[in-house]
């Protein structure tokens, strides 16, 4: 339970690479918020993370192993937190830029596409923010955390 299987070097490692691959994966699927997520996408997280667990831990099942990677896990987290607070630039690669997805009535599908978002799912998430008629969207904002944020027009 308190001894290491593998040096303590490996599980940072592991972690860590780990942690950054997924970052990547996971910024390049687009956003989405845990409340739109999909069943398919919840299904495919838990996947994931029982696939990696192993890739984290290797052969140590201790206690002491299982609590270090989850600190190594936590620090990138709250480290990439502080870094993309201190810097415009870094903040645009790590969390991306709000996207307009509909201006007056004109809908981008362009971005839609880019964003892996559908038209109904965009319709949707217009409905869940009292738009009813894509005509009545002065502007509709995909946020960098997946959330639609929504201006009426003011005649609507």
Not at 51 to 57: C, G, I, K, L, R
Not at 76 to 83: A, C, E, Y
């Given at each position: 339970m308190w001894t290491l299987a593998e040096p303590w070097w490996e599980l940072l490692l592991r972690g860590s690479l780990v942690y950054l691959v997924l970052f990547v994966l996971f910024r390049l699927s687009g956003k989405r918020q845990a409340g739109q997520m999909t069943p398919f996408d919840l299904l495919l997280l838990l996947?994931?993370?029982?696939?990696?667990?192993?890739?984290?831990?290797?052969?140590d099942t201790s206690l002491v192993g299982g609590?270090?990677?989850?600190?190594?896990?936590?620090?990138?987290?709250?480290?990439?937190?502080?870094?993309?607070s201190r810097s415009r630039r870094i903040e645009d690669m790590v969390e991306g830029r709000p996207v307009v997805l509909v201006h007056n009535g004109h809908v981008f599908e362009d971005e839609l596409r880019r964003n892996r978002m559908s038209i109904e799912e965009l319709r949707g998430a217009l409905r869940s923010e009292g738009c009813f008629d894509l005509n009545d969207a002065a502007f509709a904002i995909l946020e960098t955390n997946g959330h639609l944020s929504v201006k009426m027009r003011s005649a609507a």
């Open positions: 996947i994931i993370s029982n696939a990696v667990q192993n890739a984290m831990v290797g052969e609590l270090l990677v989850a600190v190594v896990l936590i620090a990138w987290n709250q480290l990439l937190g502080w870094i993309t």
